[in-house]
């Protein structure tokens, strides 16, 4: 079974910039495509990016096109997802998983932007 562990969360301010992780060991990693969810207080788990499995191609969602640049390691088995120009709608528990959420989810890691 694989397991996925997130970090690098932490406190920034808006404007700010964090660099998140996740690491994959065990199972099958560079043949699928990989994802980044969010989920914000209150609210529920949305999808915010995904890569392919080479890395070749991504996709983000509008909120957060043009600040946020997720990449893969697949011989690390590791996913990145480099967030810019941070605002406090981005405050959430950050999870990466498959594109079609097939691994248990990790514990997250928390991500906040305040002043």
């Known amino acids: 079974q694989v397991q996925l562990v997130e970090s690098g969360g932490g406190w920034v301010q808006p404007g700010g910039s964090l660099r998140l992780s996740c690491a994959a060991s065990?199972?099958?990693?560079?043949?699928?495509?990989m994802a980044w969810y969010r989920q914000a207080p209150g609210k529920k788990r949305e999808f915010v990016a995904r890569?392919?499995?080479?890395?070749?191609?991504?996709e983000y969602i509008g909120a957060v096109a043009g600040r946020f640049l997720i990449s893969r390691d697949n011989a690390k088995r590791t996913v990145h997802l480099q967030m810019n120009s941070l605002k406090p709608e981005d405050t959430a528990v950050y999870y990466c998983?498959?594109?079609?959420?097939?691994?248990?989810w990790g514990q997250g890691t928390l991500v906040t932007v305040s002043s």
């Open positions: 065990g199972g099958i990693f560079s043949g699928y495509a």
């Open positions: 890569i392919s499995g080479s890395g070749g191609s991504a």
């Open positions: 998983n498959t594109y079609d959420a097939t691994y248990a």
